[in-house]
């Protein structure tokens, strides 16, 4: 735990990457989550941290990625009633509301190109 505190102090890479493909969270260790794969969000304020909770359609496959101690929370985390996946908004050099704004518009516009690639194929 502490070799990844310190690494962590150290590592100048962005914590959280939003893209057209979706979203990174470094912190998770999962990799990238394709903006169709999220099914749902919502912004969550615990104290003053503000966390991004995405269902997706999937959560097995991102739990199997996750490192056994990221586990432990997911399991308790589970067990207050929160999404599978909880991304810390918080100590990003933007602002956590705009942040969350962008993942929902991420998110419609990846339903909304997925839905579309569906139909061409059909």
Known sequence: MIPQLAWALFDSRPRLIIDREGILARSLG??????????????????????????VSNPQKYLKKMRPSKRVFHKIDQALGLSPILVNLSGASSDA???????VKMCELGKRESSASKQECQ
């Open 30 to 55: 999962v990799g990238k989550i394709p903006w169709r794969e999220i099914e749902d969000v919502h912004l969550l304020k615990i104290s003053r941290c503000d966390f991004a909770c995405l269902s």
């Open 97 to 103: 509301g705009e942040i969350f704004d962008l993942i």
